[in-house]
C-alpha cells in the first residue's frame, strides 16, 4: 500500500534523530548508552516490550526502549514533539507494518506472546489491541455502522440483534448514546469533534480489545470536549489497558497511573504519574515537565 | 494598413507605452524620495499608462471592422443609378456581393458591365481611403491616450486599483466570450430544431418507432414522406453504450483500485501514464480497429458456434468503445480513491481489517460518489461517440435490443444526414439539429447529474 505520501508526519527533519547530537545530548544529560530511569517493569503487565529499536528507512526514530503497560492501567507518554512517542505507540499494534520502510527490532508481547512472530495473525492481534487517532477519523457512515464496522468484519454478531446490542452497549460506554441514540442513521461525520472522537472511542471498543492505544486523542478537540474524553479514559481504564500519547502534561497527570517521558527517540523515565509530576528521577524529564523545552 | 498591421502597430504603441509610464512614475519617485512616496509601484503605472494607449484605440479598430465593410458598400450602391437593383430584395446584397467580388479579382472585370468595374473600383479607392484613415486615427487616439496618462502620473494616482479592475474586466469579456459562444452554438441548433418540428411533430420525433429520413426532392418522386421516429435510434446509441460500459466500468474501477491502493509506487508511475495513453488514441483509430478487425472477429466467432453475428454489429461497437472509456474511468476513479484520507485506512486498519476489508467496506464507499461522477462523465461521452460508431455499428435503423445486431447511432444519423449534398431546409436536414438537440440535453443533464455528485464529495471532506 501507498502510505508514505499520506502519512501524517511528511519528511522528518534530519536533525530530529541524528546521533550526531551526541554532543548536546550529554550536555543535558543525556548519554549514548542510556539506560531507562524509574520502574521500567511492573508487576501484572499487559503488554511488555523490551529493547525497541524502530527505523525508518535508515534512520532511527526509537532507540533501545524497554517498558511494561500495566494491565487495567493508563500510561500516559510525553515528551517533545517528534521524539517518537507515535512511533513506539504504533508499533504495539503493529500500525507501522502499514509504512514503507518502517523496520522493528526488539521483543514486544501481549500476555507473552510476540507480537512480531511469524505466527501471529495481525487482524487478531488489532482486535485486541484498538487504537484511536490524533483526528476523529469517524467512516463516511451512519453513527450505527461506524461502530458495528468492528463487530461485523470480526464477525462478533449472530444476528442484527445482538449487533444492535453491541453497538447501544459501546456507545452508553463511550458515553455518546444518549446524544446519538435518535440519530444513529446518521452520519457519523456530522456529529461535532469531540462526539466524532468518541464515536472513534465507541468503534475501537465495539470489538472489545484488551488494550486501547491513544494517540493525542484530544488535540483536535476543545477543552470541554477533552474533560468529556477524559472522564471516558478514566471510566475505561476500570475494564481496559490503556496507552495514551499526550502533548497535555496535565493532561497526563489527571488521567494516568504511570506516566513515561520520551526524549530524542530514547525512553528517558517511567515512573508512577504522580512521582514524575512532583519528583522526577531524571533531569532531562524536570526540564521537560517544568517547560524548559517541548 | 490592414487590420492585422495595424493591430501590431498598436501594440508596439502599447508597449511603449508601459516603458513611458514607468520611466516617467520612476522619474517622479525619484524626486519625491522613492517609489514609496508613491500610491502605486511604477509597474502600475506603466500598465496605466499602457492601458490609456491600447484600449480607446482598439475599440475604435473593433468598430471599424464591423461597420467599415457595410458603410463602404451602402456608399458604392448608392453611387450607382437606381435601375441597377434586379427588383427583389436581395438584389441589393447581391449587387454588393458582384461588385465585392470583381474587387478582389474573384470575378474577372474583362466580361462585366463597366458601370460594376467602375463600382469596384470606386469600392477599392473607399477601401483604401478608409484604411489608412483607421491607421491614422487609431495612431493618433493611442499618442493621445499615452500623452495625457502619461501627464497624469503624479505620486496620488491611484494606478494599482484601477489596473486591477481593468483585469477582472478582461476576465469577464473571456470569461463572457465562452458563454456566449455556447449559448450561440445552443440557440442555433434549438432554433433549427423548433424549424424541423413545425414539419414533424415532436411526438412523432420522440415516440415514433420508425426511422427512414429518406425524403423527396421532387413532389413527385416515389418513397417521398421520410418518417423521422428517433426511438430506433436511441435504442440503438443506450445498446452500443450499455456494451461499452459492461466492459469500462469494471476494469476501469477495477485497475483504478490496483493502481491507488495495491501496485508499488514505481509500478503506478509506469502504469498510470499507459493506461492514460489510451484515452490519447484518435477515435478514427479506435474506429477502425472495430471496423475491421473486431467485427469480422466477432462474426466468424459468431459462426462458429452458430450465431449470427452481424458484421456490422453494436457489440463490436461497444466492446472497442468500452476499451476506449476506460481511462476515464479508472483516472478519474484513482484520483478520488487517492482522495481518501489515509486517516479511514488507518481507522479501519486499526480495527483489524485486512487490506480488501478496508478497501471495500472504507475506501470505495467514501469515494463512491466520485467514482459514480466519473461513470456517468463516461457514459456521456459514450453516448457522445461517433467515430468508432460509424464505422462499426452500421446504418440500419433496426429497433432492436440484440447487441449481435446491426444498430444505428444518434451521432452516426447526424453524420450521414449532413455530409453529402444537402437542401438547407429539408426536414431531413432539420432532423440532424433536432437529434443533436436531444443529445445536448440528454449529456448535459448527465453531466450536471455528475458534478453535483462530485460536489458532495468534495463537501463530505471539508
Ligand atoms: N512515516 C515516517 N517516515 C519517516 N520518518 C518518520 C515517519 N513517521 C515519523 N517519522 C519520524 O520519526 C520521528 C518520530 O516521529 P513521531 O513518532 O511521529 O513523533 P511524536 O509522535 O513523538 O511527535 C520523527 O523524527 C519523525 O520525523
Ligand atoms: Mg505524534
Request: one cysteine or more.
Amino acid at each position: 500500500m501507498n502510505t508514505s505520501a499520506t502519512f501524517g508526519v511528511g519528511t522528518p527533519s534530519e536533525s530530529d534523530f541524528r546521533d550526531t547530537r551526541g554532543g548536546d545530548m550529554s550536555e543535558i544529560g543525556l548519554t549514548k548508552g542510556h539506560v531507562t530511569v524509574g520502574s521500567v517493569e511492573i508487576q501484572a503487565a499487559k503488554m511488555t516490550a523490551r529493547g525497541v529499536n524502530i527505523f525508518y528507512g535508515d534512520k532511527q526514530a526509537i532507540h533501545d526502549v524497554t517498558v511494561d503497560i500495566g494491565k487495567n492501567q493508563v500510561i500516559a507518554m510525553i515528551g517533545p514533539s517528534g521524539c517518537g512517542k507515535s512511533t513506539f505507540l504504533r508499533s504495539l499494534n503493529r500500525m507501522n507494518d502499514t509504512i514503507d520502510g518502517c523496520k522493528i527490532e526488539g521483543d514486544i508481547r501481549i500476555d507473552g506472546e510476540d507480537l512480531y512472530s511469524p505466527k501471529l495473525d495481525v487482524v487478531e492481534l488489532r482486535a485486541r489491541v484498538g487504537m484511536v487517532f490524533q483526528k476523529p477519523n469517524p467512516f463516511p457512515k451512519s453513527i450505527y455502522d461506524n461502530v458495528a464496522y468492528g463487530p461485523k468484519i470480526h464477525g462478533l454478531a449472530e444476528t442484527r440483534v445482538d449487533l444492535d446490542e453491541m453497538v447501544e452497549k459501546s456507545l452508553r460506554r463511550a458515553g455518546l448514546w444518549d446524544e446519538v441514540k435518535d440519530r444513529l442513521f446518521q452520519a457519523g461525520t456530522g456529529l461535532s469533534g469531540g462526539q466524532q472522537q468518541r464515536l472513534c472511542i465507541a468503534r475501537a471498543i465495539a470489538v472489545s480489545p484488551e488494550v486501547i492505544l491513544m494517540d493525542e486523542p484530544c488535540s483536535a478537540l476543545d477543552p470541554i470536549a477533552t474533560a468529556r474524553i477524559e472522564e471516558l479514559i478514566e471510566e475505561l481504564s476500570h475494564n481496559f489497558t490503556i496507552a495514551i500519547v499526550t502533548h497535555n502534561m496535565q493532561q497526563a497527570a489527571r488521567v494516568s497511573q504511570r506516566t513515561a517521558y520520551f526524549h530524542l527517540g530514547r525512553l528517558i523515565e517511567v515512573n508512577p504519574t504522580e512521582q514524575v509530576f512532583t519528583n522526577p528521577e531524571h533531569s532531562l524529564t524536570e526540564s521537560y515537565i517544568t517547560g524548559r523545552f517541548g | 494598413m490592414h487590420a492585422n498591421n495595424l493591430l501590431l502597430l498598436l501594440l508596439a504603441f502599447v508597449a511603449a507605452a508601459f516603458y513611458v509610464g514607468r520611466g516617467r512614475a520612476n522619474h517622479i519617485a525619484k524626486l519625491a524620495g522613492g517609489s514609496r512616496q508613491l500610491h502605486s509601484l511604477p509597474d502600475y503605472h506603466g500598465h496605466y499608462t499602457a492601458l490609456c494607449c491600447g484600449l480607446p484605440a482598439v475599440l475604435l479598430l473593433i468598430l471599424w471592422i464591423i461597420f467599415s465593410g457595410h458603410v463602404i458598400s451602402a456608399m458604392v450602391l448608392d453611387s450607382l443609378p437606381a435601375g441597377q437593383f434586379l427588383g427583389d430584395p436581395g438584389g441589393r446584397e447581391l449587387l454588393a456581393n458582384k461588385i465585392a467580388n470583381i474587387a478582389q479579382g474573384v470575378l474577372p472585370k474583362a466580361n462585366q458591365p463597366a458601370i460594376l468595374v467602375a463600382a469596384a473600383e470606386e469600392l477599392n479607392r473607399l477601401t483604401q481611403i478608409s484604411r489608412w484613415s483607421v491607421t491614422a486615427l487609431a495612431s493618433c487616439v493611442s499618442l493621445v491616450g499615452l500623452i495625457w496618462a502619461r501627464s497624469r502620473i503624479t505620486p496620488e494616482l491611484r494606478s494599482r486599483p484601477r489596473v486591477e479592475a481593468s483585469i477582472r474586466y478582461a476576465l469577464f469579456f473571456c470569461a463572457c466570450v465562452a458563454v456566449f459562444t455556447t449559448f450561440g452554438i445552443i440557440f442555433s441548433v434549438l432554433f433549427e430544431s423548433l424549424q424541423f418540428f413545425q414539419s414533424v411533430p415532436v411526438v412523432d420525433f420522440i415516440f415514433g418507432l420508425e426511422w427512414s429520413p429518406q425524403t423527396a426532392i421532387r413532389d413527385d418522386q416515389v418513397g417521398s414522406s421520410g418518417s423521422f421516429g428517433a426511438v430506433p435510434l436511441f435504442v440503438g446509441t443506450l445498446l452500443v453504450s450499455a456494451v461499452a460500459m459492461v466492459v469500462a466500468v469494471p476494469i476501469g474501477l477495477m485497475s483504478a483500485i490496483f493502481l491507488a491502493e495495491y501496485a508499488h509506487k514505481s509500478v503506478r508511475a509506469y502504469a498510470k501514464p499507459a493506461l492514460e495513453v489510451l484515452a490519447g488514441i484518435p477515435t478514427v483509430v479506435y474506429g477502425f480497429f472495430a471496423a475491421l478487425t473486431v467485427a469480422p472477429f466477432l462474426r466468424d466467432l459468431g459462426q462458429g458456434y452458430g450465431f449470427s453475428v452481424s458484421s456490422e454489429s453494436a457489440l463490436a461497437a461497444g466492446l472497442v468503445m468500452g476499451v476506449m472509456i476506460i481511462p476515464f474511468i479508472s483516472s478519474l476513479s484513482d484520483d478520488v480513491i487517492t482522495a481518501v484520507p489515509q486517516s479511514l485506512r488507518d481507522g479501519s486498519l486499526a480495527m483489524g481489517a485486512t487490506h480488501s476489508e478496508t478497501v471495500i467496506r472504507v475506501v470505495i464507499p467514501a469515494a463512491l460518489p466520485g467514482i459514480v461522477a466519473g461513470i456517468m462523465l463516461a457514459i456521456s461521452r459514450a453516448i457522445g461517440e461517433t467515430m468508432i460508431v460509424v464505422m462499426a455499428s452500421g446504418l440500419a435503423a433496426n429497433m432492436t435490443f440484440n447487441p449481435l445486431d446491426s444498430v444505428t447511432t444518434v451521432t452516426v444519423q447526424i453524420v450521414t444526414l449532413l455530409t453529402g449534398d444537402q437542401e438547407f431546409d429539408s426536414p431531413k436536414t432539420l432532423a440532424a439539429f433536432a437529434l443533436g438537440l436531444v443529445l445536448f440535453l440528454i449529456t448535459l443533464i448527465l453531466n450536471i447529474i455528475a458534478l453535483k455528485v462530485v460536489k458532495r464529495f468534495r463537501e463530505q471532506y471539508e
